[in-house]
């Protein structure tokens, strides 16, 4: 029989789940597609997009916290983090929770980026259970032990030590920190030598408390899935762990801001004996909710996203100047980038850099002509659709969504907005963008001479 305090106490409980909100965000196609999302009381979410065709499912945790949240004391402490939470819990050694993955024949990683970093393990339909339990485990029950803050210490100064070694990568920092300074989007992700050595396991702790509540949070899954039972197991995983105990949390907004690049005209050299010169070209962009960024997508298809793009044409094809040259975007909660990278013999810089101004000019003056935009919104449509081909992919489309928009868009949603842009939005978007005073990073054997007339070349 039970006692009036048993009844009690189920009768709170029983409230308490029947807080949770699930909402219908997008209808798919005879079940296809569906992207649910359950919100607890403890202000965890959990979305999800069923696709029962396939026999597999990606399943993966989104946290709020990238490194723009970061002290410049901590710098890198989000990315040493992200190891850290694989080192072991209170329930698995660090083999244990590889080992689980392996054997099973799925795959797990993860990664950090400036403004989210996210888990996740993909394995067959009929592993997701494990796969929940192994990576809500790592979220909730990391132990940060000293011994393996400092063995993982050695393993980031090399991995910083390898981006370094590769200067089409380095660059990409460099320009960042040309545009933005030395503020939270304008340090590395990875950090520094001397702040990676300066971080102890009671700070990193102290930021994993932080930054790792559930209204942070963000649980993604795709694939073969039932909406369902992906939340009991999950809430399930998280109650095992004591994380659920708030019952009248709110998730956590997306980021926002007004923050505006003013800057024009830097210049960022740094003189390496490398075999080539690497170039990024760049001015600031537009920021992530910016309605104008389908025209810039548009508009950056057509200047440097393809073999038939204007810079490819124009640098490799006909010139033969160099054999990666591509345009790019980055867009932030409140600012962005757009860049241009080439990497030539240095020989070839002043040219390369001439011929990539001609054309930034040329659409910023002109627009593009109706060929280009066909094969652009073409271009841009058919990639869009291809990269969701996978449940992996699906996952960090719904995950990235909620925890950056608060909201999801259809495939079809999509492809509507990209068709809809017209050449007087891109003209206009061009003029806004291309038409700023561009910056200038460069990483190469730079002689005396030629680092004065890259000073030059942005005036």
């Known amino acids: 029989m039970t006692s009036p305090s048993s009844r009690a106490t189920a009768r709170t409980s029983s409230e308490v789940r029947a807080v949770a909100r699930t909402q219908t965000l997008l209808k798919g196609r005879d079940g296809i597609g569906t992207v649910r999302r359950t919100t607890l009381p403890s202000g965890l979410r959990i979305v999800t997009e069923t696709?029962?065709?396939?026999?597999?499912?990606?399943?993966?945790?989104?946290?709020?916290?990238?490194?723009?949240?970061?002290?410049?004391?901590?710098?890198?402490?989000?990315?040493?983090?992200?190891?850290?939470?694989?080192?072991?819990?209170?329930?698995?050694?660090?083999?244990?929770?590889?080992?689980?993955?392996?054997?099973?024949?799925?795959?797990?990683?993860?990664?950090?980026?400036?403004?989210?970093?996210?888990?996740?393990?993909?394995?067959?339909?009929?592993?997701?259970?494990?796969?929940?339990?192994?990576?809500?485990?790592?979220?909730?029950?990391?132990?940060?032990?000293?011994?393996?803050?400092?063995?993982?210490?050695?393993?980031?100064?090399?991995?910083?030590?390898?981006?370094?070694?590769?200067?089409?990568?380095?660059?990409?920092?460099?320009?960042?920190?040309?545009?933005?300074?030395?503020?939270?989007?304008?340090?590395?992700?990875?950090?520094?030598?001397?702040?990676?050595?300066?971080?102890?396991?009671?700070?990193?702790?102290?930021?994993?408390?932080?930054?790792?509540?559930?209204?942070?949070l963000v649980v993604a899954a795709a694939g073969n899935v039932d909406h369902a039972t992906v939340v009991r197991q999950v809430r399930a995983a998280f109650d095992k762990a004591g994380a659920l105990t708030r019952t009248d949390a709110s998730p956590r907004t997306p980021r926002e801001g007004t923050r505006a690049i003013r800057t024009a005209g830097r210049v960022a050299l740094l003189n390496r004996k490398t075999e080539q010169a690497h170039i990024v070209l760049g001015m600031p962009g537009l920021a992530r909710t910016d309605d104008r960024r389908w025209a810039l997508g548009v508009l950056n298809t057509a200047l440097g996203g393809g073999m038939s793009s204007r810079l490819f044409q124009e640098v490799r094809e006909k010139r033969g100047l160099a054999y990666s040259v591509y345009s790019y975007t980055s867009g932030f909660a409140d600012c962005g980038l757009f860049g241009v990278y080439a990497g030539c013999r240095p020989s070839q810089v002043h040219d390369v850099l001439k011929i990539c101004r001609d054309e930034l000019d040329r659409v910023a003056s002109d627009g593009l002509s109706d060929e280009e935009m066909t094969r652009a919104i073409g271009q841009l449509s058919g990639s869009t659709v291809l990269g969701l081909e996978d449940t992996g992919a699906l996952m960090n489309r719904i995950g990235k969504s909620e925890l950056c928009w608060g909201e999801q868009m259809s495939v079809d949603e999509m492809l509507a907005r990209i068709a809809a842009v017209s050449p007087d939005e891109v003209t206009a978007v061009a003029q806004d963008v291309l038409g700023q005073r561009p910056s200038l990073s460069v990483i190469g054997p730079l002689k005396d001479k030629q680092a004065d007339r890259l000073h030059n070349a942005v005036a």
């Open 51 to 216: 696709l029962p065709s396939v026999r597999s499912a990606t399943f993966g945790i989104w946290a709020h916290v990238g490194s723009r949240d970061e002290t410049p004391s901590l710098n890198g402490a989000t990315h040493y983090l992200e190891h850290l939470l694989f080192k072991g819990t209170r329930q698995r050694s660090a083999l244990d929770i590889s080992a689980a993955i392996d054997a099973v024949g799925g795959e797990m990683n993860a990664f950090t980026a400036k403004e989210y970093t996210c888990y996740y393990a993909r394995v067959l339909d009929t592993d997701l259970p494990l796969a929940i339990d192994v990576v809500c485990d790592m979220l909730t029950g990391s132990l940060i032990l000293e011994e393996d803050v400092d063995a993982e210490r050695g393993v980031i100064l090399e991995e910083i030590a390898m981006t370094e070694d590769d200067p089409g990568d380095c660059v990409h920092d460099l320009f960042a920190h040309t545009m933005l300074g030395d503020t939270p989007l304008g340090r590395p992700v990875l950090g520094t030598v001397d702040t990676v050595n300066g971080l102890s396991a009671d700070r990193i702790r102290r930021f994993y408390k932080k930054h790792y509540d559930p209204t942070h």
